[in-house]
């Protein structure tokens, strides 16, 4: 495992001890994974304070979020959530647990089919789907999670492929 690996571990670890956090930590080889594995997240209600807060962090005061008169004639009929904030919240009910043999490449194929307003509650289901070697780092193969971010009528209000980097058995021996 490299240095920026395992600092960034023992750092997680750290702050697992002191929120009291327990089972953190699932260990698990590129062979380990099973495409069609399946994990949903706990549920967490979109607020107004959502809204304001990451309009704050990312400068969108665009009116399809902030302003209600002004949506009130649109499609939608009511603010929708920003997708940043749809993505950020979305993926961060996932963070239950930490691998110290994977890491995010990146994320692929991300849409926002459907909007999410001030109190729905959305919730994330991860399915394991594509697996292969990665053919520039010897060691390592490529997961994708595919990433669905859904609300309380079951409708997908966020998709994206989180593609994962992960050590190999064969690496470690």
Not at 87 to 92: E, H, Y
Not at 140 to 166: F, N, P, R, W
Request: proline share 4%; charged share 25%; net charge neutral.
């Amino acid at each position: 495992m490299s240095f920026y690996m395992s600092k960034y571990f023992v750092y997680i670890k750290y702050i697992a001890i002191l929120k009291g956090w327990h089972g953190m930590e699932k260990e698990q080889f590129f062979e380990e994974y099973s495409t069609g594995d399946r994990r949903k997240t706990a549920g967490r209600t979109i607020t107004e304070t959502d809204f304001v807060v990451h309009a704050g962090h990312t400068g969108d005061f665009f009116p399809h979020h902030m302003d209600a008169e002004f949506c009130a004639a649109s499609p939608f009929g009511q603010r929708i959530a920003h997708g940043t904030m749809t993505f950020a919240i979305g993926v961060g009910l996932t963070a239950t647990q930490i691998n110290p043999r994977a890491f995010t490449y990146g994320y692929e194929r991300l849409r926002f089919p459907t909007p999410v307003h001030i109190g729905d509650t959305i919730h994330t289901v991860v399915t394991i789907g594509e697996m292969t070697p990665d053919p520039k780092r010897k060691g390592y193969g490529k997961v994708v999670e595919i990433t669905e971010t859904k609300k309380q009528d079951s409708s997908t209000v966020m998709y994206c492929e989180h593609v994962l980097l992960v050590e190999m058995k064969e690496a470690t021996s």
